[in-house]
Every structure is written in C-alpha cells, then in structure tokens.
C-alpha cells in the first residue's frame, strides 16, 4: 500500500545527542514536509522541501536540520541546539501544487531522558 | 501572514447529537485553500476537505457538511449524529496562495462522543 512511514513509533533523547527521526513515502510526491505538534497548539511547521535537493525553512527551524537527497526519503535531525525537544513529530507529504491535500505518517514522539 | 482559529478547545457529546466546529481565518491573499484534518488517537492526520476561496458551496459527504461564508472568513464544520468513532481532535487549516507550501493549522478541537 502507498504511504507514509515514520521511524520509530517513540524515540528517547539524552541531553547534548543528536536523533534522527525517519520519513520515507512511496507515494512518488515532489514535496514533503516535518510538522511539530505540541498540546493545544496545533502543528507548526519545520522544513518543506519542495524537489530533491532543496529544502527551506518553516517557522520554527532554529535546533532542527534536513536533507532530501532522494525524493521517498526526508529525514529529520533533532540537534542539541534544540532545548526543548519534547513534542509529537509527523512527516508529510504533497504532490505539487502543494496547495493539493498532505498525507500524514504516524508520527514520532519525542522525550527527553 | 495569515492565521487560523478555532476557538472550541473541547466538545463533548452523547451519541447522536450533532457537533459544530467553528474555523476562523484571515489571509491577506484573494486565493487560498482552506482544509480539514481530523486527527483519530492513534496520530496521523486525515484529509477530510479542501476548499478553495472561489467556491463558497456549502458539501456534505456522508454525515459530514461544511459551510464556507467569506463573509465572514469562516468555515465550520459539522458531523450530524455524531458516534464514538468521530471522537478525534479536528484541524481546520489554510494556505495562501502567495506560499503554498505553509500550511497554517489551528489549534485544534478535541471533539469526545459519548456512548
């Protein structure tokens, strides 16, 4: 089936270490995306990459880095810089336009140790 | 920049009731795209609904409806005989057509349907 896979289901941070957290989409989309969700805040946006190779900041960047060098796969790299981890992680993914509807993963849940 | 609220935090209902979310937004763009997402508790997002800001008809699918008033930049939602499975946290969402790629969600409403 099509879709979008997230690894792993829960993931544990020790202060100072760097994760990376898995998207990978065989639904052949030009655009992908990573989400933060926090309670009662709803998503914000972190990266978008629109083609391989390319990807620009969202709203909330600071702490978080991307690559995109294949289009199936969008991995996200939570660093050290980033102080307060903790929140529920999802990877998306669009056709372009990308004003077409996302198709979500599962989601990452992030703590902190 | 544009923005997206939902005033409701939380709706509880007894099976069979009817539900309505409310979805305010403002976007400086005459093109955008309004979505609703409904998130169940297992955590991945579902696509119910993209509106475009050309068409202001009102839809229903199923047990689902929502009324589109540029008006009022609004775009509600509701399920009419609400069941368990509707419970779920509902995300209206836009995005302008100046930067398609930023979708902007609101905060959510938790929508907990009782037996």
């Known amino acids: 089936d099509g879709g979008i896979t997230q690894s792993p289901k829960y993931l544990f941070r020790k202060e100072g270490q760097n994760v990376t957290l898995s998207c990978e989409q065989n639904?052949?989309?030009?655009?992908m995306y990573w989400y933060r969700q926090d309670p009662g805040q709803g998503l914000r946006l972190i990266y978008y990459s629109q083609i391989v190779n390319d990807f620009q900041k969202g709203d909330i960047a600071e702490g978080y880095s991307v690559s995109r060098e294949k289009k199936e796969s969008f991995p996200l790299t939570v660093t050290s810089a980033q102080k307060n981890p903790t929140a529920f992680y999802l990877c998306?993914?669009?056709?372009?336009?990308?004003?077409?509807?996302?198709?979500f993963g599962d989601g990452t849940r992030l703590s902190i140790l | 920049a544009q923005k997206v609220t939902q005033a409701q935090t939380e709706i509880s209902v007894v099976e069979k009731e009817d539900v309505t979310l409310d979805c305010v937004y403002e976007t400086r763009d005459t093109t955008y795209y309004l979505f609703w997402y409904k998130q169940p508790p297992s955590g991945e997002l579902v696509f119910l609904i993209r509106?475009?800001?050309?068409?202001?008809q009102n839809e229903i699918s199923g047990r689902y409806s929502w009324n589109f008033q540029k008006s009022t930049s609004s775009f509600n939602f509701t399920i009419t005989a609400s069941q368990v499975v509707d419970s779920a946290v509902y995300f209206c969402?836009?995005?302008?057509?100046?930067?398609?790629?930023?979708?902007?969600f609101g905060a959510g409403t938790t929508v907990t349907v009782r037996a």
């Open positions: 509106r475009n800001s050309f068409d202001e």
């Open positions: 969402a836009l995005i302008p057509a100046s930067n398609d790629y930023k979708l902007s």
């Open positions: 639904l052949n989309h030009d655009a």
């Open positions: 998306a993914s669009s056709i372009n336009p990308a004003n077409q509807p996302q198709h």
